[in-house]
């Protein structure tokens, strides 16, 4: 933070609301801007948790902490949600974090659709019905700025890699981007950020929380992402990677799309003007 007191060097730092925020990143996120004097707005649907945390940091920095225990899947709460966010008059942060991932196979006869319904309603609905909520308060303001957690995922659209996944957080940094655009185009303060975390320990991956490294290396932890997340604010960057060897893998998986499978070359269209089968 470069000695300052706050990641937005703001002298009257206000209010940040979380999504997500019994476990993981989201915890890293809430502790944190609670150690910088922010006053939080939590929400997951594991409330003991989140009390937990809430007690915890009030205790230890002075703040005040709102926990508001509900899914971000169901529109009711999600709605509930929003237009509670919209109503505070000094919201500074949104971090759109919420999300799981899902072992089942969306092409199988077998697989439960109603998982894959509500990752969209998750990493999508709620994500953009919360951008919209806290645009309201950050624009009036003049600034605010709105993490959504996506993930190097949404970068790498190949492979056989489970669909859904992938696809939601690609909605995810793409909606990110071209809303930014459109802030930066009326000359807003406010910034948004796509954050694109690679392998993380987080509970995601099952009881230990404890995620295996690849090839390119980490995994990361949960404080390291939401430290680089944060420290993004200096920058005008909106797709944010955490981390070099995550670049790598994307780097590895773009080539791998275009020379080898070479998809968004000409050649692979047919005289139709069809997509030609790769
Ligand atoms: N860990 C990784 O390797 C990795 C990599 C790239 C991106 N990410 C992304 O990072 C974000 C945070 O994940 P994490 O790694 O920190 O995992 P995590 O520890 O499992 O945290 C996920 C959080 O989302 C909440 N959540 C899940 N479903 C919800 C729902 N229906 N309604 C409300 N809250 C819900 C969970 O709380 P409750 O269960 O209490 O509701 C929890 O607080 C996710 O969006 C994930 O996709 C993670």
Same mark, same amino acid.
């Given at each position: 933070m470069n000695g300052k007191n706050n990641f937005m060097d703001v002298k009257d730092p206000g209010v940040v609301a979380i999504t997500g925020? !019994?476990?993981g990143i989201g915890d890293c996120f809430a502790r944190i801007l609670a150690s910088q004097g922010f006053d939080l707005v939590i929400t997951a649907r594991r409330k003991e948790r989140l009390e937990s945390l809430a007690s915890e940091l009030k205790q230890k920095y002075g703040i005040n902490v709102e926990t508001i225990p509900g899914d971000l899947s169901k529109v009711e709460f999600m709605k509930e949600f929003g237009s509670y966010i919209e109503s505070i008059g000094n919201l500074d942060v949104l971090v759109n974090n919420a999300g799981f991932s899902t072992a089942? $196979?969306?092409?199988?006869?077998? !697989?439960?659709?109603d998982v894959f319904m509500r990752m969209i309603n998750l990493h999508c609905n709620a994500t953009a019905y919360l951008m919209h909520a806290a645009l309201i308060p950050m624009r009036e303001n003049d600034r605010g700025v709105i993490f959504n957690i996506s993930s190097t995922a949404s970068l790498?659209?190949?492979?056989?890699?489970?669909p859904m996944y992938h696809s939601t957080k690609a909605f995810i940094s793409a909606f990110t981007e071209m809303v930014q655009h459109k802030v930066s185009y009326i000359k807003s303060n406010v910034k948004l950020k796509s954050i694109c975390p690679g392998?993380?320990?987080?509970e995601i991956w099952g009881e230990t929380g404890l995620a295996e490294p690849n090839k390119f290396g980490g995994p990361m932890s949960p404080e390291e992402v939401a430290t680089i997340s944060l420290d993004s %604010?200096?920058?005008? $960057?909106?797709?944010v990677i955490t981390g070099d060897h995550n670049i790598e893998e994307i780097v590895e998986w773009k080539e791998i799309t275009y020379k080898?499978?070479?998809? %968004?070359?000409?050649?692979?269209?047919t005289k139709s003007g069809l997509y030609k089968k790769l």
């Amino acid at each position: 933070m470069n000695g300052k007191n706050n990641f937005m060097d703001v002298k009257d730092p206000g209010v940040v609301a979380i999504t997500g925020a !019994s476990s993981g990143i989201g915890d890293c996120f809430a502790r944190i801007l609670a150690s910088q004097g922010f006053d939080l707005v939590i929400t997951a649907r594991r409330k003991e948790r989140l009390e937990s945390l809430a007690s915890e940091l009030k205790q230890k920095y002075g703040i005040n902490v709102e926990t508001i225990p509900g899914d971000l899947s169901k529109v009711e709460f999600m709605k509930e949600f929003g237009s509670y966010i919209e109503s505070i008059g000094n919201l500074d942060v949104l971090v759109n974090n919420a999300g799981f991932s899902t072992a089942e $196979d969306f092409i199988s006869k077998n !697989s439960d659709i109603d998982v894959f319904m509500r990752m969209i309603n998750l990493h999508c609905n709620a994500t953009a019905y919360l951008m919209h909520a806290a645009l309201i308060p950050m624009r009036e303001n003049d600034r605010g700025v709105i993490f959504n957690i996506s993930s190097t995922a949404s970068l790498m659209l190949h492979g056989s890699r489970e669909p859904m996944y992938h696809s939601t957080k690609a909605f995810i940094s793409a909606f990110t981007e071209m809303v930014q655009h459109k802030v930066s185009y009326i000359k807003s303060n406010v910034k948004l950020k796509s954050i694109c975390p690679g392998i993380t320990h987080s509970e995601i991956w099952g009881e230990t929380g404890l995620a295996e490294p690849n090839k390119f290396g980490g995994p990361m932890s949960p404080e390291e992402v939401a430290t680089i997340s944060l420290d993004s %604010y200096q920058n005008n $960057d909106i797709i944010v990677i955490t981390g070099d060897h995550n670049i790598e893998e994307i780097v590895e998986w773009k080539e791998i799309t275009y020379k080898k499978h070479g998809r %968004y070359f000409s050649k692979n269209f047919t005289k139709s003007g069809l997509y030609k089968k790769l």
